[in-house]
């Protein structure tokens, strides 16, 4: 796959964390917790399985991964060869999804309130920030569409979008979280 193209109906994942309330996102060389729902050139993944259990988390537009470094933080690589940059997916009895590490057993990928890495030895402590929704959506077309450089300013129109923004978001969670726990219950 070319970066940049994907081919038609591929199908990508929006990961919503709940402790941010806010989507997975690879921004310049960080991947964090802070993403908006409609940025799809920076939220949206391709999981990739290696056939044993084992996913790998691709940005669909950049083609970068995201990794664990030796110092246990996230990393964001161009080559996700390595063991740092595979996860077992976990479904939790509340219905979420947890990336474990299989590097590192002990280490989960987890963001804080503000959408920052969250250290593994707050899994017990603060659970929810290791939780996370997956959003599926279709792409039809063969190209994503460009990132836009230009910067918004801030004024009322864009505080008032970026609060109904939230609003629509946490709608989509809990309409998503639903679906998921009905399918379990099934």
């Not at 044993?52 to 083609?63: H, T």
């Not at 804080?112 to 707050?122: E, I, M, S, V």
Request: proline share 1%; with cysteine; aromatic share 12%.
């Amino acid at each position: 796959m070319s970066h940049g193209s994907v081919f038609a109906h591929t199908t990508v994942w929006q990961l919503y964390n709940h402790c941010s309330s806010a989507f997975v996102q690879i921004y310049l060389r960080h991947a964090n917790a802070r993403g908006d729902e409609s940025s799809h050139c920076l939220t949206d993944f391709l999981l990739r399985s290696d056939g044993f259990g084992r996913v790998q988390l691709e940005n669909a537009m950049s083609g970068k991964f995201i990794c664990f470094n030796k110092r246990h933080h996230l990393t964001v690589r161009a080559d996700g060869s390595d063991k740092k940059c595979y996860f077992h997916e976990r479904l939790t009895r509340s219905g979420y999804i947890q990336f474990q590490s299989i590097w590192k057993p002990y280490l989960y990928l987890g963001f804080n309130r503000k959408g920052k890495f969250q250290d593994a030895g707050k899994l017990m402590t603060k659970p929810k920030c290791f939780n996370f929704s997956k959003l599926k959506r279709t792409v039809l077309s063969t190209r994503f569409i460009q990132c836009s450089s230009a910067k918004r300013g801030l004024n009322h129109a864009a505080n008032d979008a970026a609060a109904s923004n939230a609003l629509n978001q946490r709608l989509l969670y809990k309409f998503a979280r639903e679906s998921l726990l009905r399918r379990i219950r099934a």
